[in-house]
């Protein structure tokens, strides 16, 4: 399906030349900054620079296509910008805030489920999947090819795309699988001390048993059938132990095992479909035996019903890494992975401080859901941060700490994961910070208002630091230099007003009060939202902003909707969001009721058919 | 150092089978495999090329013509190559030229269009099938069956490469691993290939995708349109796995023995590493016939090999590429900093070459080598540092069996209108026994473009 260029995501392009910050109260800093006395040592500069009208925009190197590959459903409003007459009307969702908050209503009769196209397993699901299977098996590696990760989301249905390499390696694990099986028969096997006496009756109990579980619910008489005459055909061709060999090949090959099958038509969900609704957005993981009974005795067709048994699954120690990476994808942590720093300009930078400071922000998020009842407050302003003795440097603290150790941090400098030195060392760029990477993580993945990427054509970068230009200009002044005017005014001075508001961390997320010699200016301004617009002074001040904004909990919602549904952000329906949306406010922002409120929510419970 | 040279007959004598009967035809595939293979190579690189540095010049000072040229710095390591080369200049990516869909960052745009040649389905996403899904559903449909229809493979795992796409949207993935590699075209393992034992493991692995085969079409009819689409997508893997599997027991191989994986943490070395071992991987794949299409994604190459430091100022060499190409930039005119940028391409020249060697290290039957028979073409997503999709920097090594002579600078004509490499797709098809008449965006496309033979 092809994006119609109505579609298409723009910003609001100012008619003047220059941006004026100014505007923006206290960004008064900033332009006294870029404009004041100071002004006409850079002027040489500037006959080089051209900014973005020839061609300069933007940081590509290190720009991650999903973060700017996100679409803005609808042009911003604010009063201080005109409207756009044809800026596309909003078609969806939170994901497009900006301008009204929807009105909370839900979708009313053939809409209730949210239109969900088949979904296969992700690799972490499957993994899981078959280790509960057969927990008492020594499981084979297992080498499927990476999901397709779609605005950051690795469990995208749209986006599954089945592919030669990963038919083939289900065929691989799936015999594999089958191979440590027909090794530890007695270990699977039901009726191990039948098996010789009564073949049939022992593989019609597997087959009850294993493959119904692999189905994740109960077999269809002809369902079953076909499995025993499977077996009985190999039996005879091939002995006992291959046979059911092949009973497990064919299970985990099958389409009902692999992907989440679920009715094509309108109304409530299955039982054992809801059932693993649930399972793999609580657990990443198939149902247990008292989800299945659940779905078996019809509880979960009731709101009581499915709340219970979603109570219950948090409760369960499979709910701790399945939540932990919700958040992994929703913040985008897979960025702390890989983080190269320059070794001439930070020699102490190496892998150890690197996973320190990714388990440290992992652990933040950890304690924020299972220790402050998810608070989405608490995840922007929290002033804990986990450190060890290779990341104590990086905040400024002494002493010697025995791994990962919770510390209460400068509240001035540190509060919420916007503050984490892992997510701004992520955000930046080998030699540099980088405002523009963490401006538009702050829109994409809390406000679900991501910039279009810079237009076709348009190239180059941020103006050069002072080892070529002579000058000594802050990463914020040079930033500021290339966006001042033109294409790139229109995006950046949103995209900068946010990430300004960052530059007292520097390329490894540490804190520092001057840059180059001069003092640092992290005022910032937040416009184009719905309800958090204005100035802020610092990454501390923008999390507590952030924090209280409809706009952003809307936007928390819908990630964690989108997660739980496998969809994309365009098909995402407003009337299924809203309720959901309300709740999570009503909620105290708490993230863990979120969860709740999604698996009950009409939504959740019911089909929708593929089309939105 | 030159690559080993694979000695077909006697590898496979070692393992007891007779290399004549075991690559011996039979049945309906004899016509489309008894002849020495076609192979097609799509050597992927990233930021184009520094165009001054990438052209060929003249001979005594005269500009270069189609036979009359040396080649130019970024090419110098393949200077042993020069016969095997044909050299394209003036190529658009079109299709990006008539996109009116959503934008998109530059190499993402770049990137979808370079092989699929049409608009866009999404800001993110290709809008259709690539040319090497082209061939390779080409090639099965002419009746070829190899254990692999083809091969997605790239060296760096941190990058996300939207360059293979089986159709709209629907984006393959690359594997990283040259060892997973490994797995896939050696299932069976480096020895013991013929062992009964795996025979019967073959037929059982056989009668289960049969029995999974009727599981997809029992569901299908029960499905919405959208998702029915999917799963016979993965039905007619699966079949199509069913029958490769034959091929996987009939055909013994030599299987190379991978070096050993370099740590991540010194990336000029990993990438090296992981390049030589994909490289050694392709040569077996060919050599075996295990595969005839690849697509080979170097990107890209670790900013240490080019001799990148900050003394430029830039953020990193992604930063100093696209400077060096914006003629308003001082570094444009700086001659360090342009060295650093030809340095870089020169890299990639270089694990061209290496490729190369591995290929024309394989002896075919009639004493010519499957660099011969192979058409390897250096391709990439965008033109030049700037972003510009005009004037690829692209050239063909090898001779695709006939359909391609090298030696060549072929210059294509920009009037009265500019060619879309669309028609370099076409005509790779056609080289490869697709007749299409046209690939990609249609209004683009004119068809296949001339003077490749």
């Known amino acids: 399906m092809k994006a119609s260029s109505s579609s298409r995501s723009r910003c609001v392009q100012l008619p003047e030349r220059r941006v004026t910050p100014v505007e923006a109260g206290q960004a008064g800093r900033e332009f006294r900054a870029l404009h004041g006395p100071s002004w006409a040592r850079w002027a040489p500069a500037l006959l080089w620079l051209s900014a973005c009208t020839t061609g300069t925009i ?68 499957y993994r899981n999947t078959l280790r509960s299977l057969l927990p008492r098996l ?143 957005f609580f657990w990443d993981d198939m149902p247990d035996e008292e989800l299945l009974d659940a779905a078996a005795s019809g509880a979960l067709a009731s709101t009581a019903g499915v709340e219970t048994q979603a109570r219950r699954m948090l409760t369960d120690p499979k709910a701790r890494p399945a939540v932990a990476s919700v958040f992994r994808q929703w913040l985008r942590f897979d960025k702390m992975e890989r983080m190269p720093k320059s070794s001439e300009l930070f020699p102490d930078w190496n892998d150890q401080v690197a996973s320190s400071l990714r388990s440290g922000a992992e652990r933040f998020v950890e304690r924020v859901f299972w220790d402050m009842d998810g608070s989405l407050e608490a995840l922007l302003t929290d002033t804990g941060s986990y450190v060890d003795q290779h990341t104590a440097p990086l905040y400024g603290l002494q002493g010697q700490l025995t791994g990962l150790t919770l510390m209460d941090t400068n509240a001035q400098q540190r509060s919420g994961i916007l503050t984490q030195a892992g997510l701004l060392a992520a955000f930046a760029h080998e030699t540099t910070d980088s405002p523009i990477l963490r401006g538009v993580f702050v829109m994409d993945r809390l406000l679900c208002s991501a910039p279009p990427p810079p ?129 999570f406010a009503n909620s105290d922002g708490s993230l863990k009721e979120l969860m709740i409120t999604i698996a009950t929510s009409d939504a959740f419970r019911n089909a929708g058919g593929t089309q939105p | ?291 005839r299409v690849v697509t080979f994604n170097m990107e890209a190459i670790p900013d240490e090999l080019c001799g990148y430091n900050s003394s430029f100022g830039t953020t990193d060499m992604h930063d100093l590429i696209h400077k060096v190409a914006q003629s308003s930039d001082p570094l444009a005119k700086d001659s360090a900093a342009v060295d650093c940028v030809v340095r870089f391409h020169t890299e990639y020249s270089k694990q061209f070459a290496k490729l190369l060697g591995y290929l024309a290290a394989i002896p075919e039957s009639d004493g010519t080598t499957a660099l011969q028979h192979t058409m390897v073409l250096w391709c990439g997503e965008i033109a030049e540092g700037n972003h510009d999709l005009h004037r690829l920097p692209w050239l063909i090594a090898g001779q695709g069996g006939g359909s391609v002579r090298t030696g060549r600078f072929l210059q294509v004509p920009r009037s009265p209108e500019a060619r879309g490499h669309n028609d370099l797709f076409v005509a790779l098809a056609n080289a490869m026994g697709s007749p299409i008449t046209s690939f990609g965006a249609a209004e683009v496309c004119k068809g296949a473009l001339p003077g490749l033979s």
């Not at chain 1, 001040?541 to 549904?565: F, H, I, K, T």
């Not at chain 2, 608009?119 to 040319?131: F, K, P, R, V, Y």
């Not at chain 2, 629907?170 to 299932?187: G, H, K, S, V």
């Open chain 2, 1 to 291: 150092m030159s690559p080993p040279r694979i000695h077909r007959r006697s590898v496979l004598q070692l393992l007891g089978v007779s290399a004549l009967a075991s690559l011996a035809p039979r049945g309906s595939r004899a016509a489309a495999q008894a002849a020495i293979p076609k192979r097609v190579v799509f050597f992927y690189t990233n930021h184009g090329s520094h165009r001054p540095a990438w052209l060929p010049v003249g001979v005594g000072g005269a500009a270069p013509t189609e036979t009359a040229f040396e080649l130019g710095k970024i090419h110098q390591p393949l200077a042993a190559y020069k016969k095997d080369l044909l050299l394209i200049d003036g190529l658009d990516m079109l299709s990006s030229d008539i996109q009116s869909g959503p934008a998109a960052n530059a190499h993402i745009r770049g990137h979808c269009h370079s092989m699929t040649a049409v608009e866009m389905a999404d800001s993110n996403l290709a809008g259709g099938t690539s040319i090497d899904q082209h061939i390779a559903e080409a090639l099965r449909q002419a009746g070829v069956v190899t254990a692999l229809p083809s091969l997605e493979i790239g060296v760096d795992p941190n990058i996300e490469s939207r360059i293979s796409f089986a159709s709209s949207a629907q984006q393959l993935p690359i594997e990283d691993n040259p060892q997973n590699t490994w797995n896939r075209l050696f299932p069976n393992g480096a020895t013991n290939q013929t062992m009964p034992v795996q025979d019967t493991r073959a037929a059982r692995k056989k009668s289960v995708l049969d029995f999974v085969a009727e599981d997809f079409a029992a569901l299908a009819p029960k499905l919405s349109r959208e998702d029915r689409v999917k799963l016979e997508a993965h039905a007619d893997l699966v079949r199509d796995l069913e029958k490769r599997l034959s091929v996987t027991a009939a055909v013994s191989c030599n299987s190379p023995t991978l070096a050993d994986a370099a740590s991540r943490s010194d990336e000029a070395a990993y990438y090296q590493a992981t390049g030589d071992n994909f490289m050694r991987l392709i040569q077996a794949a060919f050599a075996c016939d295990r595969t």
């Open chain 1, 138 to 280: 020594s499981l084979p590696a297992v080498n499927l090819p990476a999901d397709v990760v779609v605005e950051g989301f690795d469990n995208n249905a749209k986006a599954q795309t089945p592919s030669a390499a990963l038919i083939e390696q289900y065929g691989a694990s799936a015999e594999a699988v089958s191979e440590s099986v027909m090794a530890q028969l007695h270990d699977v096997l039901p009726c191990a001390q039948t098996a010789d006496s009564d073949p049939d009756g022992c593989a019609t109990q597997f087959v009850d048993s294993f493959v119904s579980r692999a189905y994740r619910r109960p077999l269809q008489a002809a369902e079953r059938t076909r499995y025993l005459g499977l077996f009985q055909t190999a039996n005879t061709e091939y002995g006992f132990p291959p046979a059911i060999g092949m009973l497990v090949q064919a299970a985990l090959q099958s389409p009902h095992f692999l992907y989440r099958v679920e009715s094509s038509t309108t109304g409530p969900l299955d039982g054992y479909a809801l059932a693993s609704r649930l399972s793999y």
């Open chain 1, 58 to 125: 933007g940081e590509p190197s290190t720009l991650d296509p999903d973060v700017f590959g996100r679409k803005v459903d609808q042009a911003p409003t604010s009063s201080s910008t005109p409207s756009d007459p044809t800026a596309p009307k909003s078609p969806t969702s939170a994901s497009t805030a900006g301008g009204q908050a929807p009105a909370p209503q839900a979708c009313d009769g053939a809409q209730l489920g949210a239109a969900a196209p088949i979904a296969r397993l992700t690799n972490r699901e």
């Open chain 1, 455 to 583: 237009p076709p054509g348009v190239t180059g970068s941020i103006v050069e630091t002072p080892q070529t230009t002579g000058m000594t200009l802050t990463t914020r002044d040079r930033v500021a230099l290339t966006h001042e005017s033109g294409e790139c005014a229109a995006c950046h001075r949103s995209i900068d007003g946010f990430g300004f508001g960052f530059s007292h961390y520097d390329a490894l997320g540490r804190w520092r009060d001057t840059e180059f010699g001069l003092p640092v200016n992290a005022a910032g301004w937040i416009e184009n939202t719905r309800d958090a617009n204005g100035t802020f002074d610092g990454a501390v001040e923008l999390g507590q902003r952030l924090a209280n904004s409809a706009q952003v909990s809307e936007c928390a919602s819908a990630q964690w909707y989108r997660y739980a549904l496998g969809l994309g952000a365009a098909d995402v329906a407003d009337c299924s969001l809203a309720p959901i949306a309300q709740a």
